[in-house]
């Protein structure tokens, strides 16, 4: 059984480093073709892909957000973080991690989220 | 990046009602295209994916086609769960692009 679940701040300040985990189970990052990817939603607005690690270490961000982003795994923790640096509000919104399959990418298993709001 | 193009925004329907909902892309996707449900306060769940392959535990009442471009998502005989929000995703190139979404709701 797959399962992920997110775990971070729910309140950080304007310009400070975001830094969520992910902890999953169920399936191993290490030898299985198959990535962890990062989603965001902003209150009452649509989805928008963040990043993804893939097994054997690929990495892939959104352009809008590189350079402020770093996507890291712990084969032996079961874990993916995602660090986001120099929030802003417009960051504010519910970060989901996701199993991305492969080779076809679908995200078929989703963490609950974690609703972060950035404010000062 | 791919921009991918949702339409209706929104949308009212009945119970027992078929609906069609349409997303389309900046370029060719074939055959990397996904659709999720999402309903409020809860993380997306995956209906269909690679355009018309039905994830496993989904009603055969949502079926999904399309090509290159153009893809649709069709609900028949809508029921009482399925009044959400519908998004579609394009896994051909990262970033992996979502649609602004669909919501349906009872009319």
């Known amino acids: 059984q797959i399962t992920l679940k997110e775990s971070g701040p729910t309140l950080v300040k304007p310009t400070q480093t975001l830094t969520l985990t992910c902890t999953f189970s169920g399936f191993s990052l290490s030898t299985n073709p198959l990535g962890v990817a990062w989603i965001r939603q902003p209150p009452g607005k649509a989805l928008e892909w963040v990043a993804v690690?893939?097994?054997?270490?690929?990495?892939r961000y959104s352009p809008s957000l590189r350079g402020r982003l770093t996507i890291t795994k712990d084969t032996s923790k079961n874990q993916v973080v995602l660090t986001m640096t120099s929030v802003d509000a417009v960051d504010t919104g519910t970060y989901y991690c996701?199993?991305?399959?492969?080779?076809?990418?679908?995200?078929?298993?989703w963490g609950p989220g974690i609703l972060v709001t950035v404010s000062s | 990046d791919i921009q991918m193009t949702q339409s209706p925004s929104s949308l009212s329907a009945s119970v027992g009602d078929s609906v069609t909902i349409t997303c389309r892309a900046s370029?060719?996707?074939?055959?990397?295209l996904n659709w999720y449900q999402q309903k409020p306060g809860k993380a997306p769940k995956l209906l269909i994916h690679?355009?018309?392959s039905l994830q496993r535990g989904v009603p055969a009442r949502f079926t999904g086609s399309g090509s290159g471009t153009d893809f649709t998502l069709t609900i028949s005989s809508l029921q009482p769960d399925d009044f959400a929000t519908y998004y579609c995703?394009?896994?051909?190139?990262?970033?992996?692009?979502f649609g602004q979404g669909t919501e349906l709701d009872i009319k």
């Open positions: 690690i893939y097994w054997d270490d690929d990495k």
């Open positions: 370029q060719s996707i074939s055959p990397h």
């Open positions: 996701a199993h991305q399959s492969y080779p076809n990418q679908h995200s078929d298993y």
């Open positions: 995703q394009q896994t051909y190139t990262s970033p992996y692009t």
């Open positions: 690679t355009v018309s």
